[in-house]
């Protein structure tokens, strides 16, 4: 069964870059079938899709958090890591990695599901 | 503000029927497929319906989800008082990002 393991510091303090892993077991992030990605819950509100990495490498990211975000991947220890950069205290949240399809055509991807999910990681930006 | 809306929460009383409508427009409802997921308290969210009114294995038909133009709606019937979480619609927007609504409150009287 394939299980997402979020892990990283729970506080980060404002303008610094926040960093976090997630450890698949279960399966391997090197399947040409998903993709694998990184969404975020605000205390007490919605969600909010970051970012997502194929196992080519390549990325694609919420237009609104492009300037700020890096993901990347490390196949060999079968993770991938989220970073986000200049963080305020809107950025405080539960982030969570998933796993995904995708739905491509004519070289764009769309993604519509997410499944399984993390179970989130809580990491407070402090001023 | 979340590109899909929402009603911030329904009611219905055990083993009733409930509804949760999800509205978009044509940049992503109308044009993707829309994926609905359930949050019980202190939980992540987990896949409910994927690909309009698809079920994952292990999913309940007591759930159901429908498309029709730029809204979709997820039924739920014989409700439990399990079943009261959060429920959250999504999908994929034009301007290149999965976008979500803001969730429904469902309460089981």
């Known amino acids: 069964q394939l299980q997402l393991q979020e892990s990283g510091p729970g506080l980060v303090k404002a303008s610094e870059t926040l960093s976090l892993t997630c450890t698949v077991s279960g399966g391997s992030i090197s399947s040409s079938s998903y993709y694998w990605g990184w969404i975020r819950q605000p205390p007490g509100k919605g969600l909010e899709w970051i970012g997502s990495?194929?196992?080519?490498?390549?990325?694609s990211y919420n237009p609104s958090l492009k300037s700020r975000v890096t993901i990347s991947a490390d196949t060999s220890k079968n993770q991938f890591s989220l970073q986000l950069s200049s963080v305020t205290a809107a950025d405080t949240a539960v982030f969570h990695c998933?796993?995904?399809?995708?739905?491509?055509?004519?070289?764009?991807?769309?993604?519509?599901?997410?499944?399984?999910w993390g179970q989130g990681t809580l990491v407070t930006v402090s001023s | 503000q979340s590109v899909l809306t929402q009603p911030p929460s329904v009611s219905a009383a055990p083993g009733q029927k409930v509804t949760i409508s999800c509205s978009g427009s044509?940049?992503?409802?109308?044009?993707?497929?829309v994926s609905w997921y359930q949050q019980l308290p202190g939980t992540a969210p987990k896949l409910l319906i994927y690909?309009?009114?698809k079920r994952p294995s292990g999913i309940p038909d007591r759930f159901s989800g429908s498309k029709s133009g730029t809204s979709a709606t997820l039924g739920i019937t014989g409700l439990q008082t399990g079943d009261e979480a959060d429920y959250y619609c999504?999908?994929?927007?034009?301007?290149?990002?999965?976008?979500f609504g803001g969730g429904t409150k469902l309460t089981v009287l």
């Open positions: 999504g999908t994929w927007d034009s301007s290149l990002s999965a976008v």
């Open positions: 690909e309009n009114e």
């Open positions: 998933v796993r995904h399809p995708g739905y491509c055509s004519k070289g764009i991807c769309s993604y519509n599901w997410f499944d399984p």
């Open positions: 990495i194929y196992y080519s490498g390549s990325t």
């Open positions: 044509s940049s992503n409802i109308g044009s993707n497929y």
